[in-house]
């Protein structure tokens, strides 16, 4: 990985303090693409999902939960569809560019679970949940961490692929009968964006308990004082 | 290890990362009230030029066994006015116009001799609920032919006895089972669901079928797509 170092002086009190860089731009870009996207897709979904709150019959409808107007976007079926078609190119998009530049740069080590990462699941999650010692970090991201990220890009490729399914049941019949057919690509689509807020949810949890340094790192690619030792 | 600087280099560095994110500011502009809605058409317009790009002519909307078929009783029945605008049955005719080499009325024993096509097909509504129906008429390409209507022009449209109003593609207007319909379940069209005559495309959402046909036009130019597309919605919508 080229991970590249840096040791800040302080002027003043002579002190070091070490940085990683560790988002390449393109990671960063997609990052917050894929943020205001998945917003934006979420909103005008549920809105869209108000039309017809149910995976059941038409006749007799049983409505499976009403969402507020609160936490929907597009103020009706047809404004939402048009956020909805119109964001779906944005995600599509920031997700092809992100795949395709963790694949050609390498960087796609970075965050990709694999078998090896395994056994380093179980100290985390004990950490994480039940008050266990912190396992020492040795990369950029934890086994549980690239397990998170590495979910949620499987997600994000299920959601589109769902997606399209429901958009496109005719041309895409192949992937609708994958799906068990129209009716239910319609309800794992929607299964797999709880999925993906589960993630969010979690993610923001530990940007919160992370803090400040962590979080500008998203912004800047640079993380000051790493919990890990740099290459 | 790394390489030593000071703060004020780091500084510098990190705000050069920061700003080379400036192009995320641009997905502000759907914020912008003024910006939003010409953004979001652009949106659309791009969604139904892929749309037209995936529609392939041969390719068959998926077919269902009867047993499969929703009972007609939870068949829903849509509308946007009235369940029924009262179509005389007995004097009913189809005006034909545009470019068609012999237009006029036509009656629906003349749209019946053409060959019936019978397909249990999926209806999708926009709402996002979906039914297998039993449909039966005749190809709206078997009656292009009889108006000898030219399939050059781009597009069929549509006008109904509630004042509804639609507009086909050509290219899904000659899709094999694209069909003027006169027939669900084996039995004559019912006034809810469209009598006498509806448009069913398996390969197009629910709001393009239209029902209570009274008026088909060929057209070179649509000066409205439809009463729903005219209102914000996917003006192709193909599935």
Redesign the interface.
């Known amino acids: 990985m080229a991970s590249?170092?840096?040791?800040?002086?302080?002027?003043k009190t002579g002190e070091?303090t070490?940085?990683?860089y560790e988002h390449p731009?393109v990671v960063?870009?997609c990052h917050?693409?894929n943020a205001?996207s998945l917003f934006?897709l979420v909103g005008s979904g549920l809105q869209?999902?108000r039309?017809?709150p149910?995976f059941g019959?038409?006749?007799p409808?049983k409505d499976l939960i009403h969402w507020p107007k609160a936490f929907v976007l597009g103020g009706w079926?047809?404004?939402a569809?048009?956020?909805h078609?119109?964001?779906?190119?944005?995600y599509i998009a920031s997700g092809l560019v992100y795949v395709g530049y963790q694949l050609s740069s390498g960087n796609y080590k970075q965050v990709l679970f694999v078998p090896r990462d395994l056994p380093g699941v179980w100290p985390m999650v004990r950490h994480y949940f039940f008050f266990g010692p912190k396992p020492p970090a040795k990369e950029a991201y934890n086994p549980l961490q690239k397990h998170a990220y590495t979910s949620a890009i499987v997600l994000g490729v299920l959601s589109v692929l769902t997606g399209l399914a429901i958009w496109?049941?005719?041309?895409f019949?192949w992937l609708?009968?994958l799906m068990g057919g129209?009716?239910y690509a319609?309800l794992w689509h929607f299964l797999i964006m709880w999925g993906l807020l589960a993630f969010v949810f979690g993610h923001l949890v530990m940007v919160v308990l992370h803090g400040w340094n962590n979080f500008?790192s998203m912004?800047?690619?640079?993380k000051k004082d790493p919990e890990y030792r740099?290459e | 290890?790394?390489?030593?600087?000071?703060?004020?280099k780091?500084k510098s560095?990190?705000?050069r990362?920061?700003l080379?994110?400036t192009?995320?500011v641009a997905?502000g502009a759907?914020a912008i009230p003024e910006l939003q809605k010409p953004?979001?058409?652009?949106?659309?317009g791009?969604?139904d030029w892929a749309?037209g790009l995936?529609?392939?002519r041969g390719?068959l909307?998926?077919t269902f066994a009867d047993a499969q078929v929703?009972p007609f009783?939870?068949?829903?029945i849509n509308d946007y006015d009235v369940d029924d605008p009262e179509v005389d049955l007995e004097n009913w005719k189809l005006t034909v116009a545009g470019a068609a080499q012999i237009p006029g009325e036509y009656t629906l024993a003349q749209i019946q001799s053409l060959p019936k096509q019978t397909q249990n097909t999926?209806h999708?509504?926009?709402?996002?609920?979906?039914?297998v129906g039993n449909f039966g008429g005749a190809r709206l390409s078997d009656f292009l032919k009889m108006i000898g209507a030219s399939t050059l022009a781009p597009y069929v449209t549509v006008e109904c006895a509630d004042a509804y109003y639609e507009s086909l593609d050509m290219a899904t207007a000659l899709h094999p089972q694209t069909l003027l319909c006169y027939e669900m379940y084996g039995k004559p069209l019912t006034r809810e669901h469209g009598a006498p005559l509806r448009l069913q495309i398996?390969?197009k959402i629910g709001y393009k079928q239209a029902k209570y046909l009274t008026k088909l036009e060929v057209n070179s130019e649509l000066y409205r797509v439809g009463y729903?597309e005219d209102?914000?919605?996917?003006d192709f919508y193909?599935?």
């Not at chain 1, 912004?219 to 640079?222: E, L």
């Not at chain 2, 209102?231 to 996917?234: D, I, M, R, T, V």
Request: charged letters at 20%; glycine letters at 8%.
């Open positions: 590249r170092a840096l040791e800040i002086e302080d002027a070091v070490e940085a990683v731009f960063r870009l917050w693409v205001i934006v869209i999902f039309a017809f149910s019959a038409k006749i409808q079926l047809g404004g569809l048009q956020w078609l119109t964001f779906m190119w944005i496109k049941p005719v041309q019949s609708a009968w129209f009716h319609r500008v912004f800047t690619g640079w740099p | 290890m790394g390489l030593r600087i000071n703060q004020g780091f560095i990190s705000r990362e920061l080379k994110l192009p995320v997905l759907f953004l979001l058409k652009v949106g659309l791009i969604s749309s995936l529609f392939r390719h909307a998926p929703t009783d939870k068949f829903p999926r999708i509504c926009v709402e996002g609920w979906d039914v398996p390969t729903w209102q914000g919605y996917s193909g599935l």
